[in-house]
């Protein structure tokens, strides 16, 4: 498997309250994405990073915000959580382009929101 | 909204037969991937193909690419328990750059 962890792996947070998700590689990766998975409807980009401090939105941003101050890290912020954001996260890193090669995708990261 | 639709949804097979899965998309692309997840687990990449490319090999796998009808099908030869997982196709479009457009899986079973 690729150098990728992500954590936690499992969090119950409250409506409203603040939630940071981190992704950290060891493969020197330029490029960093953060999906969701909901049952229906596959997987979703909400963020992703084509470098240090280079960010750009998704298919489904609204509500997260991400930052990436060093080249292995790649953190998911809910803001505010909500119920919709009930979700399996996942981070996936790719060598460059991501549509020219694959992507490498961590364990994931189940998140409830009660 | 999904670039690419798997047919079928569902598919389940005994131990030893093939299993093919398709997948279609909308706009014109740069090169179409395949990958597997097995159940709570991330997903894996099996295979890449690209618009200039109409078939494609690996192991079990055999991947063919119609860019006029904007299809793809993955066949897995003689399947195994062990190739129960969700398959997914994710299309790279043209211009995309770094975004890969994911479809909603086909939940593949295998009888032993």
């Known amino acids: 498997d690729a150098g990728i962890t992500q954590s936690p792996r499992h969090k119950v947070t409250e409506t409203g309250t603040p939630v940071t998700l981190r992704c950290h590689q060891t493969e020197n990766h330029r490029y960093m994405y953060w999906y969701r998975q909901d049952p229906g409807h596959g997987l979703r980009l909400i963020h992703y990073?084509?470098?240090?401090?280079?960010?750009d939105k998704g298919e489904v941003s609204d509500g997260y915000s991400v930052s990436r101050s060093k080249t292995e890290d790649f953190l998911l912020t809910l803001e505010s959580a909500t119920s919709s954001q009930t979700s399996v996260y996942f981070c996936?890193?790719?060598?460059?382009?991501?549509?020219?090669?694959?992507?490498?995708f961590g364990p994931g990261t189940r998140l409830t929101v009660t | 909204s999904q670039q690419g639709e798997e047919d079928p949804q569902a598919l389940s097979i005994q131990e030893g037969e093939n299993a093919t899965m398709n997948c279609s998309y909308k706009t014109s692309i740069n090169n179409l991937q395949w990958y597997r997840q097995n159940s709570g687990r991330g997903l894996v990449h099996l295979i890449l193909i690209r618009s200039n490319e109409r078939e494609k090999h690996s192991g079990r796998l055999r991947v063919t690419l119609d860019t006029s009808k904007k299809s793809s099908s993955l066949l897995i030869t003689a399947s195994r328990a062990a190739d129960t997982a969700s398959y997914f196709c994710?299309?790279?479009?043209?211009?995309?750059?770094?975004?890969?457009?994911f479809g909603k899986g086909i939940t593949l079973s295998v009888r032993p």
């Open positions: 994710a299309t790279a479009a043209t211009g995309a750059n770094s975004k890969l457009t």
């Open positions: 990073s084509y470098g240090v401090k280079d960010t």
């Open positions: 996936a890193i790719s060598e460059t382009s991501g549509g020219s090669y694959e992507q490498y």
